[in-house]
């Protein structure tokens, strides 16, 4: 057999086919180091415990760690600001929050990333009723209770959230709305910081995701007066909803769940989204997510982004009714 003469031309055209297998011998597969998940709240709420029930089994069935990383402050903008602006690798994930992805926005007059266009959906994981929650030696022992007693002393009763943003903080704005009452809110940093606070009566009401309040609750410590979802909670199936307490048409629930830098390659998108939804489907993982009080609702990044559209459209109205503004 001959061949033709060697050109320098076809020399270098043979070049990208004999570099192509080096090439993808050189990009290893995904992932092949340690994933960071932020959460932009303290250890011990919702969020965080949230972000705990996924990541280790998401470690498991990567192959790799994730580990979770606190990053607190400004109702959840500093963690959420840190995940727009990291490197698009697939190595650095969000929890979000309804607060992170849909109610700042509307909330803050200026907020340090773009949430529709900085971040990127990979699944939605679960939802939480909110609790209207007061201490055992409390005086209210209804909703009623608490919203006469505020009709009676307009702003002289605190209700206590775990920031500015949360879901905590604009079901309290809602509340006042809805029914004319004048509560003055406190921002703690963290539901963990909000509990002694309810508990020693230096404030009178706290409306939280209700995961890190169960432990009291079940303990004889707390009393919730109300929920805020439409249906009676499946962890609290004997404390009325806030509809049921007489405000009618009275419907927020806090959710949760992933998402990444916005120009994260698609493929890598993919493979975290179907990881989640195996995880969330295993009967081991739905067990997990109830005991902290939450209830599973997985959603593909495009199903994710319809939801937060729409729940943009509501929560930018209560925002509005409400009059509340941050800086």
């Not at 959460?39 to 979770?68: C, H, K, N, Y």
């Not at 004889?220 to 009618?248: H, I, Q, Y």
């Amino acid at each position: 057999m001959t061949f033709g003469p060697i050109t320098r031309r076809s020399t270098l055209l043979a070049l990208p086919a004999l570099a192509a297998p080096a090439v993808l011998r050189a990009q290893p597969a995904y992932p092949n180091r340690p994933i960071r998940m932020v959460v932009p709240f303290p250890a011990g709420g919702a969020t965080d415990l949230t972000a705990r029930v996924v990541a280790e089994r998401m470690g498991a069935l990567l192959g790799q760690p994730v580990v979770i990383d606190n990053r607190p402050g400004a109702g959840g903008n500093l963690g959420s600001d840190m995940v727009a602006k990291a490197e698009p690798d697939g190595y650095t994930l969000l929890t979000f929050t309804i607060g992170t992805a849909s109610i700042n926005q509307f909330l803050y007059t200026r907020l340090p990333y773009d949430p529709a266009k900085d971040l990127a959906s990979v699944a939605l994981i679960n939802e939480v009723a909110n609790g209207i929650c007061v201490s055992a030696d409390s005086p209210f022992k209804t909703l009623q209770d608490l919203l006469a007693a505020a009709k009676a002393k307009p702003g002289e009763l605190n209700f206590g959230t775990p920031g500015n943003g949360t879901s905590g903080h604009l079901c309290g704005e809602y509340l006042k709305t809805k029914t004319g009452v004048n509560l003055t809110h406190v921002p703690y940093r963290g539901t963990s910081q909000v509990i002694p606070d309810v508990l020693g009566g230096r404030v009178e009401v706290a409306i939280d995701n209700l995961p890190g309040y169960l432990p009291h609750l079940q303990a004889g410590r707390m009393r919730c007066l109300a929920v805020t979802s439409a249906n009676r909670w499946f962890s609290l199936p004997d404390v009325p909803t806030v509809k049921e307490a007489g405000v009618p048409d009275f419907e927020a629930v806090a959710w949760f769940g992933f998402q990444a830098p916005a120009r994260v390659p698609r493929p890598i998108i993919d493979k975290l989204a179907e990881t989640v939804a195996k995880i969330v489907a295993e009967p081991a993982t739905v067990t997990k997510l109830r005991e902290i009080g939450s209830d599973p609702k997985v959603l593909a990044p495009a199903e994710l982004d319809r939801y937060i559209a729409a729940e943009n459209a509501k929560w930018r109205e209560v925002v509005k009714a409400s009059g509340a503004r941050l800086d």
